[in-house]
């Protein structure tokens, strides 16, 4: 739900800034990283816009200010951090209800207290729009999981189930249709994200070297900034993608929701293969599995079916088709 | 310029908030201050939203850019510190033109590089309206000057001329006219604000009690600020307002613009009376000028004219009469 080329953008605007030797990580990144004297800073800043990423017909105030705080802290944790300090920037459009920052604040106060963050700063303003903007200030784990950190014989991995978000916004905009249950789980993916910050700082205490990215754009964009990032290739096993009950309740076998849909904040990251999906889960505290491997850059990113033929996905969407006889071929 | 009653909405919205012990300085001042192993961090985020802040027929991007960063910068003055990192938050509308965020970049690093902070991060969404929010980090100075820090027989001083960006604001909306040395004056007082970095700095190194603010919404109501937080009361003498002559060839005795016009981005500081200005002046490398005294709560907040007679200010703006006769009287 990002703009076209926003990271493409972003690193266009970046390009030429000379850094301070405090700087350990820049641009381009979950998170910035700051050296301080103890363990270094991470720094990131995100924000939800009316109408671009939210509709308050779908949303609940609290469950936006939640989600605003939950988007942010996905991105410590896709770097192995901490999270413990935020200031936020409300947008609020005049002809809304007079106590909705109130009511979007319970709901960001109840998230930051569970998560340990405070909370030391505001700022808010008029807008046309009711936008909510958080930048969030964490201290770097025992390893710091970066972008550019895989390497060629990794496996892939990712926590959780990938989809459900994608689906849960449909089904609130009247897109696709569920039954009472699974559009209950799938509609609450989408409102009330969990930031895998447990599962993030369990992987920092490996103490191994591993590349991580948070998905809020797709598997398949954000595992391309992995690529990118590491100078390399993969390939993603498209029957190992994990899928819940209710993913596969509504969407039946189009894996697209998976592979592009964005907005699942789990956590993608890559390894030397030598844990089995079972003890990485017991490590991590999550449900993880293995869904491809880190190739030459060569290569590209390709996806293998379950009859081990390769699909090379040429762009974003558009697949549902191609996708649904390879998954099921 | 920001919405009434923001500080108000913002206390109530953070009231209850607990804080770790990492907290120095919550809520409530320029910047939080959080706690590191070596200087405490100072953090503070602040936005620029399209038709309330600017437009774009008075600030060119570079302009617009570096002004979203002074803004910031100011604050971090106001605590004593110095800058060194900040995030960026882009909205932008679709039918600006495609390069208008890469100038604004331009001079949104020009003023970084300036400053010595390092961007290392951004973040673009959709918006409705152009909005640059940015969050900076820097570090707490010897003494870190805070809104609370007034006291009964303080002197309450000022650096540079005030009310220039309020009349440089209403020249580029048609609404005043100047000469064009003068126009020339005031509109870039508005467009290009300077942070009184250095002088926050030199403050904060002078090691003695001092409250501080910078003056954004208007000399009355930052002043209330200090007040408030304080618990004191405050005359200020009317004749001692520092004014530019461009303020006095356009606004003659009308001292409202000086008084409640915001944008100054001039630092409002409060020390023990025993430095005379030009002393002040010289420390901080700026003009200084006192412009009046803290005084009990119970006095709350007056103002002197030349005829040593008090006013007391009931309401924002619309005293445009009443203090242009105390001026002069």
């Known amino acids: 739900m990002k703009p076209a080329g926003e990271f493409e953008l972003i690193a266009q605007l970046c390009k030429g800034l000379q850094f301070s030797r405090r700087v350990i990580v820049g641009p381009g990144d979950d998170c910035a990283v700051i050296a301080s004297a103890r363990a270094p800073l991470l720094l990131t ?4 816009v009316e109408e671009v990423h939210f509709d308050l017909k779908w949303l609940g105030a609290p469950v936006l200010g939640a989600r605003a705080l939950a988007v942010n802290l996905s991105d410590i944790a896709a770097m192995g951090g901490m999270p413990h300090t935020c200031v936020v920037n409300l947008g609020v459009r005049s002809d809304l209800p007079g106590d909705l920052p109130r009511r979007i604040y319970v ?26 903007t958080i930048a969030l200030l964490g201290d770097a784990g025992p390893v710091i999981l970066r972008r550019d950190a895989a390497r060629v014989g990794d496996a892939i991995y990712v926590t959780g189930t990938l ?36 599962a993030g700082l369990k992987l920092a205490a490996l103490k191994r070297r591993a590349a991580a990215i948070d998905i809020s754009d797709g598997l398949l964009q954000d595992l391309g900034h992995i690529l990118e990032r590491s100078e390399t290739g993969a390939v993603v ?6 899928l819940s009950p209710a993913y596969r309740a509504v969407a039946k076998d189009h894996l697209d929701f998976a592979l592009t849909g964005g907005e699942d904040y789990e956590l993608l990251f890559c390894l030397p293969p030598d844990l089995t999906d079972a003890q990485l889960s017991r490590h991590l505290g999550v449900a993880v599995r293995r869904i491809g491997e880190i190739r030459p850059r060569r290569e590209g990113l390709n996806l293998r079916g379950a009859d081990g033929r390769l699909v090379r996905p040429s762009h974003r969407g558009g697949w549902d088709q191609l996708l649904s006889q390879t998954a099921t071929s």
Chains 1, 2 share one sequence.
């Open 237 to 242: 096993q498209l029957d190992a993608l994990p």
């Open 45 to 48: 800043i995100d924000s939800m």
């Open 107 to 132: 709901g960001l106060k109840r998230a930051a207290r569970a998560a340990g963050v405070d909370i030391v700063g505001g700022n808010v303003t008029s807008s046309r729009q009711l936008t909510i």
């Open 163 to 198: 989809g459900d978000a994608a689906l849960g916004w449909r089904i609130l905009a009247g897109q696709m249709r569920a039954t009472t249950s699974a559009g209950r789980f799938l509609t609450a993916r989408y409102r009330a994200p969990v930031a895998r910050l447990g």
